[in-house]
């Protein structure tokens, strides 16, 4: 692939692909709604980025010239049915059209691990939704359905980390919910492996780690990989699930982006691991690796950031 459009790419799992295609020395376009979502990307080689609303077909289409492959990064956690519809089911059907009217044929998608049309999660049903309307286009698809994606700026291990630096105990809805957390690294090798490899084509590829945890499981793991308590981390409660589902609607509730919603609730209903029915990354030859092996370091910084801080807080009281 010599020249690649990102859709998404400012986002977490975004900014490694675009990483690794540039170590490869391919030409990659971002496509982004602002372009000071992307500074931390202009400094790469070959990089290029334009300003675009892709919900905009005639704009998509335009984009689309002159590439080889679009990967499809853009996606919510948290919103409405109408908002999960039009980032999960209406972008790649804009998107089919658009690769149709421009001839180009190769895409590789990131959907999530527990698609399925008979989820009781908003999300998850329009991820499937989405599945369906890229894989029935004629095009040359490979969709991937990573688990949680943890890593240095991840909202998820980063998040309970924080909150057990602020709070005594930390009160958890669905604490026994499943998962099986990959490292970012590999889920952007994932998407540059299957851009290489034409046998990945009309494949579905569930991009997981090596280990399953529950949530409080991993709540636990974060709290103490950042050191707090004296790396004992806080007390968990898990709340059952009347209360669960009060906590995700007052979070709901709250300005800016919940940090659990009913819909979240409803995904864990499910556990998000393996099938075991679909390959996984060691088809595409890598070696997913373990949480244990990634989260202390940068937890572990994070926690050292933030006793640095409260010191200076401290030493400028006196």
Not at 132 to 152: E, H, K, N, Y
Request: charged share 20%; hydrophobic share 45%.
């Amino acid at each position: 692939m010599k020249q690649v459009l990102i859709l998404g790419g400012t986002g977490f799992v975004g900014r490694h692909v675009c990483e690794k295609l540039a170590q490869l020395q391919c030409r990659v376009t971002v496509a982004t709604r602002r372009l000071d979502n992307a500074r931390h990307l202009q400094t790469l080689p070959m990089l290029d980025v334009i300003e675009i609303d892709v919900h905009d077909s005639a704009a998509l289409t335009s984009l689309l010239a002159g590439h080889d492959a679009v990967v499809n990064l853009i996606a919510i956690l948290h919103g409405t049915e109408a908002a999960f519809e039009k980032a999960h089911v209406q972008l790649p059907l804009a998107l089919v059209r658009a690769c149709e009217a421009a001839g180009l044929r190769r895409i590789v998608h990131i959907s999530a691990l527990g698609a399925s049309v008979s989820s009781a999660s908003m999300y998850q049903r329009s991820k499937a939704r989405g599945e369906a309307v890229l894989l029935s286009a004629g095009l040359d698809v490979t969709l991937l359905r990573p688990s949680v994606i943890f890593g240095a700026e991840d909202k998820f291990l980063n998040t309970f980390a924080r909150l057990q630096q602020l709070f005594p105990v930390v009160p958890l809805a669905a604490s026994q919910a499943r998962f099986q957390p990959v490292w970012v690294e590999d889920v952007a090798s994932a998407v540059v492996h299957c851009l290489q490899d034409s046998s990945s084509i009309g494949q579905v590829y569930e991009a997981c780690g090596p280990d399953v945890f529950t949530l409080r499981q991993l709540v636990e793991l974060a709290g103490r990989y950042a050191g707090v308590n004296g790396g004992k981390g806080r007390p968990v409660i898990a709340l059952p699930a009347p209360l669960g589902r009060l906590q995700a609607r007052l979070m709901e509730l709250l300005p800016g982006e919940p940090l659990l919603s009913r819909d979240n609730l409803d995904a864990m209903q499910t556990d998000n691991v393996a099938s075991g029915k679909l390959p996984g990354l060691k088809a595409l030859g890598i070696t997913p690796a373990a949480l244990g092996a990634i989260a202390p370091s940068y937890l572990g910084a994070q926690g050292l950031r933030s006793g640095l801080t409260a010191k200076r807080k401290t030493a400028g009281r006196f």
